[in-house]
T-cell receptor, first 113, second 111 residues
Framework: DGGITQSPKYLFRKEGQNVTLSCEQNLNHDAMYWYRQDPGQGLRLIYYSQIVNDFQKGDIAEGYSVSREKKESFPLTVTSAQKNPTAFYLC????????????FGPGTRLTVL | SQKIEQNSEALNIQEGKTATLTCNYTNYSPAYLQWYRQDPGRGPVFLLLIRENEKEKRKERLKVTFDTTLKQSLFHITASQPADSATYLCAPHNAGNMLTFGGGTRLMVKP
C-alpha cells in the first residue's frame, strides 16, 4: 500500500525545545518537500530535496533543519530558533520535474505551549 | 514579488449548481498550474494540472481554464454535490521550478 506518512499527528512542545517531525514515503519518489500552513493561509515551502544527501532552503527555512540520508525519509527539525512554530506541517513527495503532482502526507499539527 | 490571489471568502452554492473558483497571479508566467483539494485537518490532494499552451482541461465534473494573458485560472465544478465541500488551492509553477500555493477558497455546497 503506497503512500506518504507523517508522525505524530499532534505534537506539543515547550518553548526552547527542539522537535523532529517524521516523514516517510514508499512511492520511490526522488523529490520531497516540507510546507508550513497557518490558519486561512496557503502552504509555504520550508525545505525541499530532489535527491538523497542534498536539500535546498525554501521561502521560510529560518529556524528549521532537515536531512535526507535515505530516499524514503525526510525528517524536519523545528529548532528553538523558530520564533512562531505553532502551525500545521505538511510533507509531500513527487517525481522529479515541475509538471508532476505532489503527494501529501496527513500532516502534523505542532503546538508550542 | 510573485503573488497569488484566491478569494478568501467562502463560496456558498446550492447542490446541482456550477461552482467557479478564481486564481489570479502576478509578476510571473508559470508554465504549469495545478489545483488541489484540501479537507479540514488533512493534506491536499491533487486534482488537475494545466499547461500554459492548454486553454482548458477537463476531468469528470471538473474543468480548469488557464488564461496567460489575464494571468488567471478558473476552476469549475459542475453539478456540485455536498461532498465537493472543501478548500481548493491553486498552485502555479514559480520561477524556481517549485509550486507556490494560494491561500485557497473554501467551497460549501448546500443540499
Amino acid at each position: 500500500d503506497g503512500g506518504i506518512t507523517q508522525s505524530p499527528k499532534y505534537l506539543f512542545r515547550k518553548e526552547g525545545q527542539n522537535v523532529t517531525l517524521s516523514c516517510e514515503q514508499n512511492l520511490n519518489h526522488d523529490a520531497m518537500y516540507w510546507y508550513r500552513q497557518d490558519p486561512g493561509q496557503g502552504l509555504r515551502l520550508i525545505y525541499y530535496s530532489q535527491i538523497v544527501n542534498d536539500f535546498q532552503k525554501g521561502d521560510i527555512a529560518e529556524g528549521y533543519s532537515v536531512s535526507r540520508e535515505k530516499k524514503e525519509s525526510f525528517p524536519l527539525t523545528v529548532t528553538s530558533a523558530q520564533k512562531n512554530p505553532t502551525a500545521f506541517y505538511l510533507c509531500a513527495s513527487s517525481w522529479q520535474g515541475p509538471h508532476n503532482e505532489q503527494f501529501f502526507g496527513p500532516g502534523t499539527r505542532l503546538t508550542v505551549l | 514579488s510573485q503573488k497569488i490571489e484566491q478569494n478568501s471568502e467562502a463560496l456558498n452554492i446550492q447542490e446541482g449548481k456550477t461552482a467557479t473558483l478564481t486564481c489570479n497571479y502576478t509578476n510571473y508566467s508559470p508554465a504549469y498550474l495545478q489545483w488541489y483539494r484540501q479537507d479540514p485537518g488533512r493534506g491536499p490532494v491533487f486534482l488537475l494540472l494545466i499547461r500554459e499552451n492548454e486553454k482548458e482541461k477537463r476531468k469528470e465534473r471538473l474543468k480548469v481554464t488557464f488564461d496567460t494573458t489575464l494571468k488567471q485560472s478558473l476552476f469549475h465544478i459542475t453539478a456540485s454535490q455536498p461532498a465537493d465541500s472543501a478548500t481548493y488551492l491553486c498552485a502555479p509553477h514559480n520561477a524556481g521550478n517549485m509550486l507556490t500555493f494560494g491561500g485557497g477558497t473554501r467551497l460549501m455546497v448546500k443540499p
